[in-house]
């Protein structure tokens, strides 16, 4: 059974641009959600996608947005980069079912100059 | 909301040893999980363990255990005859459990480096 696959794993963007990154969840889970990992501020939450839907999200500007299509595949989109949106950033699939257990991606690894 | 606490940044063990890493968390919530990730340095964060806090027994997975003090909101991980492979950061999380849909949102603690010397 494949694992959750990110692309890209490492892409480098200037200030102002936008950046798109793809998640394809394992066959079967439903839910997708996203965590930004940065060496200050740890890995935090910032949001969640179920069969399409934004189910939770976290305390992050408007800047970042989400989405999940119909096959369970998710983007996240940050517009008008700044320095410190510098960061892994890591996506996680599960069943949904609320057991709680979620399959990382290795990461989409975002440099802002 | 909810907080979690890993106070030690970084640890080192020598192979074979017992080493446990603390967690503490903070949270109003009755029902939950708490988890124990592993992120190698290849970056994939891997699930250890697995504590569901209506369950009195500690979660123990081969050679990883658990401490779970649910009154005094402590969840620590103990490695057993630690690995070469054992090298890693190790974060502790917690997830409030929803009867309905599905939550995914994890609080995470900073992490610890825990270091297994030859």
């Known amino acids: 059974k494949a694992g959750v696959t990110q692309t890209p794993r490492y892409l480098i963007k200037t200030r102002g641009q936008q950046v798109t990154l793809s998640c394809s969840p394992i066959?079967?889970?439903?839910?997708v959600s996203w965590y930004q990992q940065t060496p200050g501020q740890g890995l935090q939450f910032l949001f969640e996608y179920f069969s399409e839907t934004q189910r939770n999200k976290g305390n992050f500007p408007g800047r970042f947005s989400g989405r999940q299509f119909s096959n369970s595949r998710s983007e996240m989109n940050v517009s008008t980069l700044e320095l410190g949106d510098s960061a892994l950033y890591l996506c996680?699939?599960?069943?949904?079912?609320?057991?709680?257990?979620?399959?990382f991606g290795e990461g989409s690894r975002l440099t802002v100059l | 909301a909810q907080t979690v606490t890993q106070s030690q940044p970084e640890m080192s063990v020598q192979e074979a040893e017992t080493v446990t890493l603390s967690c503490t968390y903070d949270t109003s919530e009755s029902n939950y999980y708490l988890f124990w990730y592993k992120q190698p340095p290849s970056r994939q964060m891997i699930l250890v363990i697995r504590q569901e806090a209506y369950k009195q027994q500690n979660a123990t997975e081969n050679r990883f255990s658990v401490n779970f003090q649910k009154a005094a909101k402590s969840f620590s991980l103990k490695i057993s005859d630690s690995q070469l492979g054992d090298t890693a950061m190790y974060f502790c999380?917690?997830?409030?459990?929803?009867?309905?849909?599905?939550?995914?949102?994890?609080?995470f603690g900073k992490g610890i480096t825990l270091s297994v010397r030859p």
């Open positions: 999380a917690f997830m409030k459990h929803v009867r309905t849909g599905a939550n995914s949102k994890l609080t």
């Open positions: 066959s079967g889970h439903r839910s």
């Open positions: 996680a699939s599960s069943t949904g079912d609320g057991t709680g257990e979620l399959f």
